[in-house]
C-alpha cells in the first residue's frame, strides 16, 4: 500500500508560479510512474503529467506543455510539478498518482492516489 501526501497549492494571480509535492511512503518499491491530474468543479479528472520513476521519462498533456514541468527525487519518493505562468483555467484540485498499468492519460489506470491540493488563479 502507498500512501500519497501532497502539498504547494494555494492562491496566485494569473501569470505566477506554484510548486506542488508529492511524498510517497510505503510500498513505494512499486512505483514505476507517477503522474499529476487536476479536477475543476463539475469537470472530469484530466491528467496533467506524467514520469517514470527510473529514467525519468515525461509526457504532458497539450493544455500545459511548455509550462508546467514534472520531476521526481528518487531517494525522496517524491515528484514535483513546477506551474509556471498560470492561467485561470489551470484552478483545480490536482492529486498525485501512482500508476499502475493501462493507458498513461486515465485515471483508471493509477490505484493510489493523495488527498489532493488545491490551485486558485486568479485572474
Known amino acids: 500500500q502507498v500512501q500519497l501526501v501532497e502539498s504547494g497549492g494555494g492562491l496566485v494571480q494569473a501569470g505566477g508560479s506554484l510548486r506542488l509535492s508529492c511524498a510517497a511512503s510505503g510500498g513505494t518499491f512499486r512505483i514505476t510512474a507517477m503522474a499529476w491530474f487536476r479536477q475543476a468543479p463539475g469537470k472530469d479528472r484530466e491528467f496533467v503529467a506524467r514520469i517514470t520513476w527510473t529514467g525519468g521519462s515525461t509526457y504532458y498533456a497539450d493544455s500545459v506543455k511548455g509550462r508546467f514541468t514534472i520531476s521526481r527525487d528518487n531517494a525522496k519518493n517524491t515528484e514535483y510539478l513546477q506551474m509556471n505562468s498560470l492561467k485561470p483555467e489551470d484552478t483545480a484540485t490536482y492529486y498525485c498518482?501512482?500508476?499502475?498499468?493501462?493507458?498513461?492519460?486515465?485515471?483508471?489506470?493509477?490505484?493510489?492516489w493523495g488527498q489532493g491540493t488545491q490551485v486558485t488563479v486568479s485572474s
Open positions: 498518482a501512482v500508476f499502475t498499468g493501462g493507458a498513461i492519460n486515465l485515471p483508471k489506470s493509477y490505484n493510489y
